[in-house]
């Protein structure tokens, strides 16, 4: 259904936009947009973060513990 949308199509469908809601509306809604996005990107960086902190508390030490006493 969506094959047959062409460039004329999507313009058409851009000045409809613009003529609904306004400049100022869709700034405000691509900033909104915007803020959205960096938030989720910044979720996801502290959740790898996370992940790779623990995987490393978890590798510091693999002694086993009957060699650690003889230290």
């Not at 409809?16 to 989720?40: A, D, H, N, P, Y």
């Not at 902190?53 to 060699?67: H, L, M, N, S, W």
């Amino acid at each position: 259904m969506l094959n047959n949308i062409g460039l004329p199509g999507l313009l058409l469908i851009a000045v409809v936009v613009l003529v609904l809601f306004g400049r100022g509306k869709i700034s405000s809604l691509m900033g909104e947009v915007g803020k959205g996005i960096t938030s989720f990107k910044k979720g996801v960086k502290e959740g790898t973060d996370e992940i790779e902190q623990d995987a490393a508390e978890v590798a510091k030490d693999v002694t086993p513990e009957t060699e650690k006493d003889k230290a």
